[in-house]
């Protein structure tokens, strides 16, 4: 692992309901590409699609991924990477972001979702939560300020490996959760999409009735329905279109195995 750029102790309050980071931007980058090299080493916890073998469906999701970027109110749009993968499990409905933005998505998340204008959505909050570098203050709570130095300092890689085989997982606090919500629909609100796009996947599990309402990983989240009120109600103040942009999901989805 290389040697973060992290060279001076400098613990950085952002606010008393945000906690504390100890990451500079560089850190969120490189620590980022880190994670993203031991998801690739780790098959059995993040089976990837190859791109090489699913280039249609990568260029698809990337697409995307350039019109959210290109709306221009992202932060860090040209500090971060902003690679694209998807992780072939149809059970797992779930997408996540590490630091520095590189951004997966479960292909049950994919095949769950009815729109482009809904994985759009989730596609802006899960690149809020980098921007706005969630993660890392996340991290920064859960581990502590010891342990993410010695990560920082390259001293423990074993941490490392057990930090990227549960980061799909990370339990961002409510807050974190409904800043993304709210940076969704103002990076949707200058792009074709649907500025509520975010809202869909919730309704649908609302429809669905998924064993309780949510998938594990938000379970400790705000409910499915407070998360439609409060994404609409944001729309709604931000004055952006709500109208489906009507493209072709069902070619993506075919594109996947």
């Given at each position: 692992?290389?040697k973060f750029l992290?060279?001076?102790?400098?613990?950085?309050?952002?606010g008393?309901?945000?906690?504390?980071?100890?990451?500079?931007?560089?850190?969120?980058?490189?620590?980022?590409?880190?994670?993203?090299?031991?998801?690739?080493?780790?098959?059995d916890?993040?089976?990837?699609l190859n791109r090489?073998?699913?280039?249609?469906?990568?260029?698809?999701?990337?697409?995307?991924?350039?019109?959210v970027?290109n709306?221009?109110?992202?932060?860090?749009?040209?500090?971060?990477?902003?690679?694209?993968?998807?992780?072939?499990?149809?059970?797992?409905?779930?997408?996540f972001?590490?630091?520095?933005?590189?951004?997966?998505?479960?292909t049950?998340?994919i095949?769950?979702?009815?729109?482009?204008?809904s994985l759009?959505?989730v596609?802006g909050?899960?690149?809020?939560h980098?921007?706005?570098?969630?993660?890392?203050?996340?991290?920064?709570?859960?581990y502590?300020?010891?342990?993410?130095?010695a990560i920082?300092l390259?001293?423990?890689?074993?941490?490392?490996?057990?930090?990227?085989q549960t980061?799909?997982?990370?339990?961002?606090s409510?807050?974190?959760?409904s800043?993304?919500?709210?940076?969704?629909v103002?990076y949707?609100?200058g792009t074709?999409?649907?500025?509520?796009g975010?809202?869909d996947?919730?309704?649908?599990?609302?429809?669905?009735?998924?064993?309780?309402?949510?998938?594990?990983?938000?379970s400790?989240?705000?409910?499915?329905?407070?998360?439609?009120?409060?994404?609409?109600?944001?729309?709604?103040e931000?004055?952006?279109?709500?109208?489906p942009?009507?493209r072709?999901?069902?070619?993506?989805?075919?594109?996947?195995?």
């Amino acid at each position: 692992m290389k040697k973060f750029l992290f060279l001076f102790v400098f613990i950085s309050f952002t606010g008393c309901g945000s906690g504390l980071n100890l990451f500079s931007i560089s850190d969120d980058r490189n620590f980022g590409e880190d994670i993203s090299q031991e998801i690739e080493n780790d098959p059995d916890t993040y089976p990837l699609l190859n791109r090489d073998d699913y280039p249609e469906a990568y260029a698809y999701l990337e697409d995307i991924r350039d019109e959210v970027l290109n709306s221009g109110v992202v932060d860090h749009r040209d500090d971060f990477d902003w690679e694209v993968h998807i992780i072939n499990d149809d059970e797992v409905l779930n997408a996540f972001a590490t630091p520095g933005g590189y951004l997966y998505f479960y292909t049950g998340l994919i095949k769950f979702l009815d729109t482009e204008d809904s994985l759009a959505g989730v596609m802006g909050h899960e690149i809020a939560h980098a921007a706005e570098r969630h993660s890392t203050e996340m991290l920064t709570t859960q581990y502590g300020v010891s342990t993410l130095l010695a990560i920082l300092l390259g001293q423990d890689q074993n941490i490392l490996v057990d930090i990227a085989q549960t980061f799909a997982t990370l339990d961002y606090s409510r807050e974190n959760e409904s800043d993304a919500d709210e940076h969704s629909v103002a990076y949707l609100a200058g792009t074709f999409y649907a500025c509520n796009g975010a809202a869909d996947f919730f309704e649908k599990l609302i429809e669905e009735d998924l064993d309780g309402g949510t998938p594990e990983f938000l379970s400790t989240h705000p409910s499915p329905e407070s998360r439609v009120d409060n994404i609409n109600s944001l729309a709604n103040e931000e004055g952006c279109d709500t109208t489906p942009s009507g493209r072709d999901y069902d070619a993506f989805k075919d594109m996947l195995p």
